[in-house]
């Protein structure tokens, strides 16, 4: 997690981002990896302003499809930013709950996308589990279609899908919201 955090730093491209997708959360390869790749345009999450939750921690508001955690580069101490999403991960991991990861860089929360109080941020999404074949449809919800790029596979599916579909295919495989409440209390006890 602290490589990957710091070869996003380290690549001066803007449109540069790393995620990571866990063993039944759409994981390639039983292996630990991260995914890096380049993108030319800016992602609404990366100036959307999350929700105050704990201490440096925040976590998505109930507009976003995806209930999950937010954290952010607080001046250049990678480490702490790393020590916190780790114990989040770390729970989830020793909890067996799938979970993707996606870090990129935005504005600081709290500003609007004109901003130009930039940082890194890095979202954890838990979520509902995933065993199987892939759809080769659409898309599935993984590190970068929770974050908004949605990479559609076969033409057919791009030209059925609609805004509200891909918000509710979204929220389908999201982590569910009373769980996700349950989920928050426990973490709030890790972050301590």
Not at 5 to 34: D, K, P
Not at 148 to 159: R, S
Request: with cysteine.
């Amino acid at each position: 997690l602290l490589l990957a955090i710091e070869m996003t730093l380290l690549s001066r491209h803007q449109g540069f981002r790393m995620g990571y997708n866990s063993l039944c959360a759409f994981a390639s390869v039983n292996h630990l990896h991260f995914h890096g790749y380049y993108l030319e345009h800016e992602l609404a999450t990366e100036s959307y302003a999350p929700v105050p939750f704990h201490s440096d921690v925040h976590v998505f508001g109930s507009d976003y499809p995806a209930p999950g955690f937010a954290f952010q580069l607080q001046g250049a101490d990678v480490k702490r930013l790393a020590r916190q999403v780790y114990k989040v991960a770390n729970y989830l991991q020793k909890r067996e709950i799938a979970h993707n990861v996606f870090i990129t860089r935005g504005t600081q929360f709290g500003e609007d996308a004109s901003s130009d109080n930039r940082t890194l941020r890095v979202y954890l999404w838990p979520r509902r589990p995933v065993t199987g074949a892939k759809n080769d449809f659409a898309f599935n919800a993984a590190l970068c279609e929770l974050a908004g790029h949605l990479p559609i596979k076969v033409e057919e599916g791009f030209e059925a899908l609609t805004e509200d579909g891909a918000v509710q295919d979204l929220k389908t495989q999201s982590f569910p919201t009373e769980e996700f409440e349950t989920l928050k209390a426990e973490i709030r006890t890790v972050l301590q």
